[in-house]
């Protein structure tokens, strides 16, 4: 009889836990989670030359666009398989002016942010200024901060509203690539888009 009154009881208490676990699992809020990929190989440029700035050479640019290979595809993906990865934009050495690549870079992301945005209109976003290696820490991080301001502009005068955007530099400090080599020092001249936790 009291065994009978125990498991009655045991009955009632997993079929409590189950719908307390059903309704906080449909209470949760939804999140548009970002997680990172592996970055893909570029090819250097030739060693012991600075690429031209895209702003003041229009000429040269077209040539040097068509010896750099397409931009990598480095950032975050979205956890919804049916968007497109986040791109990171990418600088010339010493400079933050935006070359065509970023520009194609973060004229795909103002897209995807929209995107994101539609569905999580709380999403903040942080725009990260890196820099290779090479010269002071003092210097990369105002270089940093020159470069994610950039990308900022820019995406706000594509529709993306100033107040989803923050920037942060973190100069050299956080390199996506160790080796001493232009193709590694290109990966780390970048402007990258991340959540703002």
């Given at each position: 009889m009291v065994f009978q009154r125990d498991a009655r009881s045991m009955k009632?208490?997993?079929?409590?836990?189950?719908?307390?676990?059903?309704?906080?699992?449909?209470?949760?809020?939804?999140?548009?989670?970002?997680?990172?990929?592996?970055?893909?190989?570029?090819?250097?440029?030739?060693a012991g030359t600075s690429p031209p700035s895209m702003e003041n050479n229009s000429a040269k640019t077209e040539s040097t666009d068509a010896k750099r290979s397409s931009p990598p595809e480095v950032g975050y993906t979205p956890v919804r398989e049916s968007m497109r990865p986040v791109l990171d934009a990418y600088?010339?050495?010493?400079?933050?002016?935006?070359?065509?690549?970023?520009?194609?870079?973060?004229?795909?992301?103002a897209e995807l942010l929209e995107q994101i945005r539609s569905q999580d209109t709380a999403i903040q976003i942080i725009i990260e200024g890196h820099c290779d290696?090479?010269?002071?820490?003092?210097?990369?991080?105002?270089l940093g901060a020159m470069r994610a301001d950039a990308a900022k502009q820019f995406l706000q005068s594509l529709g993306v509203p100033a107040e989803l955007l923050r920037t942060i530099s973190y100069g050299?400090?956080?390199?996506?690539?160790?080796?001493?080599?232009?193709?590694?020092?290109?990966?780390?001249?970048r402007a990258h888009l991340a959540p703002d936790k």
């Open positions: 009632g208490i997993s079929g409590l836990l189950a719908a307390q676990i059903i309704f906080l699992a449909a209470c949760r809020p939804h999140h548009v989670a970002l997680t990172p990929i592996a970055p893909p190989t570029i090819q250097a440029e030739s600088f010339d050495l010493d400079r933050h002016e935006l070359r065509a690549d970023a520009r194609q870079a973060l004229s795909s992301d290696e090479r010269g002071s820490a003092e210097y990369n991080l105002a050299k400090e956080r390199p996506q690539c160790t080796l001493q080599t232009e193709e590694c020092w290109q990966k780390n001249r």
